[in-house]
Structure formats: C-alpha cells, structure tokens
C-alpha cells in the first residue's frame, strides 16, 4: 500500500474513509510526472479523472516491495532502502 504525504490525498482517503491503492503517475521505467500536464501528457485517456494538486516535489520514487506469508522482496527501490526495511523489521531504529 502506497501512502502519499500530499495533502489532497489525505482528504480524499479520509472522505472515503479507506485507504487508496494507486501507483505513481508515470509508466513503469519513466520518470514521475511532477505536474498535471506532465501526467495528462504521459498517460493519456487512460486515466479517467486528473486532479490540479500543484508541482510534486517527492525527490525520490516510493519503495516498492512484495509480501508474501513469511518473506518479502524488494521490487523497486526508492525513498526507503531495502536495508531500511530490514533494520526496520527486525526491530532496530531507522536512519
């Protein structure tokens, strides 16, 4: 589950009273879309609906990672470190 720091996000999970599943604005390999012409420009008619939310400034990508029963592997790494998380989970404090 991604959880996005931008302000509009975080109204629009709180109004649906659940979380909200979604992926970057940009496709697999290509850089994030910072703006909304940016992402109307890389992603078209595919998506249905586009919110003005101002220039993004995340630096870095969101860490993606895959979980399974009893392991997990890091997909894409991003703001957080594959080695981040295994401190994380086994308890120690984060850098």
Do not use: C
Request: aromatic share 4%.
């Amino acid at each position: 589950m991604r959880v996005s720091p931008h302000p509009i996000a975080h109204a629009l999970a709180a109004a649906f009273g659940k979380p909200i599943t979604a992926t970057s604005a940009n496709r697999a390999g290509e850089p994030t879309a910072k703006t909304l012409a940016a992402a109307r420009a890389a992603l078209g008619a595919k998506v249905k609906v586009y919110l003005e939310g101002g220039t993004l400034t995340a630096a870095a990508p969101s860490t993606v990672v895959e979980v399974r029963t009893d392991e997990w592997r890091v997909l894409r790494e991003g703001a957080v470190s594959g080695r981040q998380l295994t401190a994380a989970l086994a308890g120690e404090a984060l850098e």
